[in-house]
């Protein structure tokens, strides 16, 4: 509901009720109907003006010690100036009715107290619409800011992997030009699909882990054009997990970062495993790799790639305990849990 349309259903309700109220108490007082009836609607008709011209003139300023004396003073000044506009307009409406206005007039302090009260319940009431109002509006802005700011860092960090991988293949090209063209020839095709499908997924955040597993195909293709028959993929995917979703340019990152540990430094062959499950409402993903542990130290690096999927689930998913790295019998294990979203009873979906 609109938010205009919802101050006027306030004030419009806060008018019936209390010229209701108002005018059984002056029936007590005075017995004419009419004209207890007239000084109800009157009344509460002048204080709802003059409430409602506050809540709008206050939507844009909060009030603060430092300028508590201003609302004090507009306060008072609406008191003062409520009471004689109710007084000019039922005087004028009751044709000056002799008696009336002097039951009017003698009542000048309980109807500076009424309007008090009012003025100052209804302003209190208004400021703190408008302070959660503002509060509420504050907290989008923050919360899209925080967004921009995430999105901006998930796509940084994913441009700064890429030229790793981009450099070590086009080296590769330039050695097999000499003695082997037709790979060379083979393998820019290999990059230029490679290239293709990252520059597609570069505005997804998620896709089917079936669509992530066929880009890290095509990566291995290039990799196998490289190494050979030295290099070995082992793949188990649970039936069912190939529609869950993983974040975009996930697995390949790791897998290059087991040929890298694995192969490099070592002439012998090597096995990278790559195992998808289920777990609860998680897709758990393990990749391994045998490695020797003097040449690990030696190239060791600082473990940029690693460090930047950890902190891509945490952006994408705000938890920590999403990235597991194991180093036991010279067989590196990394595991990555990914929660799956869970459809909420007003169709937006949330992670566990």
């Known amino acids: 509901m609109n938010n205009n349309i919802r101050v006027l259903i306030f004030f419009g309700s806060w008018f019936i009720l209390w010229a209701s109220i108002q005018w059984g108490i002056l029936l007590g007082f005075h017995p004419s109907l009419s004209f207890t009836l007239v000084d109800a609607i ?27 004396t201003n609302p004090i003073i507009i306060l008072a000044a609406c008191v003062f100036i409520a009471y004689h506009m109710e007084r000019l307009l039922i005087f004028y409406i009751l044709d000056n009715n002799e008696a009336y206005c002097e039951f009017f007039t003698g009542a000048m302090n309980l109807r500076l107290a009424f309007n008090f009260l009012m003025i100052l319940s209804v302003a209190i009431l208004s400021w703190m619409w408008n302070y959660k109002s503002t509060m509420h509006e504050d907290l989008q802005i ?16 994913r441009q700064q992997i890429q030229p790793h991988f981009l450099f070590n293949s086009l080296n590769s090209i330039s050695a097999l030009l000499g003695s082997k063209p037709e790979l060379a020839r083979k393998m820019i095709q290999e990059l230029a699909d490679f290239l293709r499908g990252t520059l597609k997924k570069d505005d997804q955040q998620l896709l089917t882990l079936a669509t992530e597993l066929q880009h890290v195909q095509l990566y291995l293709n290039i990799e196998t054009i490289r190494f050979g028959h030295r290099l070995q993929v082992e793949t188990n995917i649970e039936a069912g997990t190939e529609q869950l979703l993983v974040p975009s340019l996930i697995i390949q990152p790791i897998v290059e970062n087991a040929i890298k540990f694995g192969l490099y430094g070592t002439t012998e062959n090597i096995v990278i495993s790559i195992v998808c499950k289920k777990i609860n409402d998680m897709l758990a993903i393990e990749i391994s790799n045998p490695f020797d542990a003097e040449t690990y130290q030696a190239s060791k690096g600082e473990g940029f790639g690693l460090m930047s999927i950890e902190r891509r689930l945490y952006l994408l998913f705000m938890r920590n305990d999403l990235l597991k790295i194991t180093n036991t019998n010279n067989v590196f294990n990394v595991q990555l849990f990914i929660p799956q979203p869970v459809k909420n009873k007003d169709e937006s979906c949330s992670y566990r």
């Open 42 to 68: 009157v009344t509460n008709s002048v204080i709802a003006t003059i409430a409602c011209a506050l809540f709008y003139i206050g939507k844009n300023t909060q009030p603060t010690r430092k300028l508590l």
């Open 142 to 157: 923050q919360n899209d800011n925080e967004k921009l700011l995430r999105e901006a860092e998930l796509l940084n960090l």
